[in-house]
C-alpha cells in the first residue's frame, strides 16, 4: 500500500474517531439536556398558568371581599348575643300592630342555660342557639299574610315554622251576621336565634 494511502486511511480513522468521541461525550449529553430543560420548560409555563389563573380568582374575591364583610356584618347583626327577649316581644308586638291583628299570646321558654347559677349557668357553647316562640292572634287573613311576611323580613333572624288556623267565623244559619264580624285565630310558631358567648351570663329577663 502506498504511503499516500496509507496517510488517508489514517486520516479518516482519527476522524472518525474524533467525531464519535464528539458525538458520545458532547452532542449527545448536550441533546439529552436540552430535552430536559425543554420538559422543565413546558413544567414551568404550567404552573405560571395555574399560578395566574389563582391571581385571578383571588383578584375577583378581593373585588368581592367589601360585600361579602358587608353581608357577614348583616348576618351578625341578625343574630345577638343574647336571647334579648324584650326586644324580641317588642318586635312581635310591633309586626302584629302594623298588621292589623291582635295579639291574644305569645310564650317564649327560657332559652337553656340562661338565667341559672351554680355549674348550669355556663350557656350550651359557641354557634347559634334558638328560642322557640308561639303566637297567638286575631284578624283577616290579608292580616296573617302581611305579618307573616314582616317577622320573616325582620333585622333579627326570625323563622316562621308554622302556621296554623284555630277557629274561623261560622257562615250557617240565622247568626251569619254576627258570626261574620268575628276575627280568625290564628297560632304561629316561629324560631329566633342568638350566639352564646362562653364569657358572659346574663341573668335570663325576669329571673330574680
Known sequence: MKLSHRIALITLVALIVVVGVWYVALWHPAQKNVATLRAQQAVAAANVMTLQAQVDNLRAEQKQLPRDRALLAKFEASIPTDPGLDQLIKVINNAVNEAGMSLTSIGTPAPSGWGV?????????????????????????VGMLRLVTDLDSEPRLLVVNSLN????????????????????????????????VASNNPVFPGTP
Not at 350550651?124 to 284578624?139: F, H, N, R, W
Open 117 to 141: 347559677t351554680g355549674p348550669a349557668a355556663v350557656p350550651t357553647g359557641p354557634g347559634p342557639q334558638s328560642i322557640a316562640i308561639s303566637i297567638g292572634v286575631q284578624g283577616s287573613d
Open 165 to 196: 288556623l284555630d277557629s274561623a267565623p261560622s257562615a250557617s244559619g240565622s247568626s251569619n251576621a254576627a258570626s261574620s264580624a268575628t276575627p280568625n285565630a290564628y297560632s304561629v310558631s316561629a324560631t329566633a336565634f342568638f350566639v352564646s
